[in-house]
Nanobody, 123 residues
Framework: VQLQAYGGGLAQPGGSLRLSCVGS????????VGWFRQAPGKAREAVAC????????YYADSVKGRFTIGRRKGKNTSYLQMNSLKPEDSGVYYC?????????????????WGQGTQVTVSS
């Protein structure tokens, strides 16, 4: 199983970015996908996840109403649409999945991780 996250970059405060996570060796539409981020000097934190059974979505309080997690079925891809970006959203964003987990916002529950994509929000 391999995941590749891409779509990061530089955005201005209030701007938008869309991250994507492509899977290989796994059909992502059937499994939980979590997005996490890590800022320099800080612990990795959960951003959002989409459940494997019913596509229920969960968000960290800090991103509710601004970020949307979803799937592109048939493309083996999950996305994270990020709107109204703030400087505190900056960090390396990772996608993760697990064959046995239905949903969860704890990083230790996930077995497979992508390499991360850098998001910088700055004017």
């Amino acid at each position: 199983v391999q995941l590749q996250a891409y779509g990061g970059g530089l955005a201005q405060p209030g701007g938008s970015l869309r991250l994507s996570c492509v899977g290989s060796g796994i059909t992502l539409e059937y499994y939980v996908v979590g997005w996490f981020r890590q800022a320099p000097g800080k612990a990795r934190e959960a951003v959002a996840c989409i459940a494997s059974d019913d596509d229920a979505t969960y968000y960290a309080d800090s991103v509710k109403g601004r970020f949307t997690i979803g799937r592109r079925k048939g493309k083996n891809t999950s996305y994270l649409q990020m709107n109204s970006l703030k400087p505190e959203d900056s960090g390396v964003y990772y996608c993760a999945t697990d064959e046995y987990l239905n949903d969860g916002m704890e990083a230790e529950l996930y077995d497979h991780w992508g390499q991360g994509t850098q998001v910088t929000v700055s004017s």
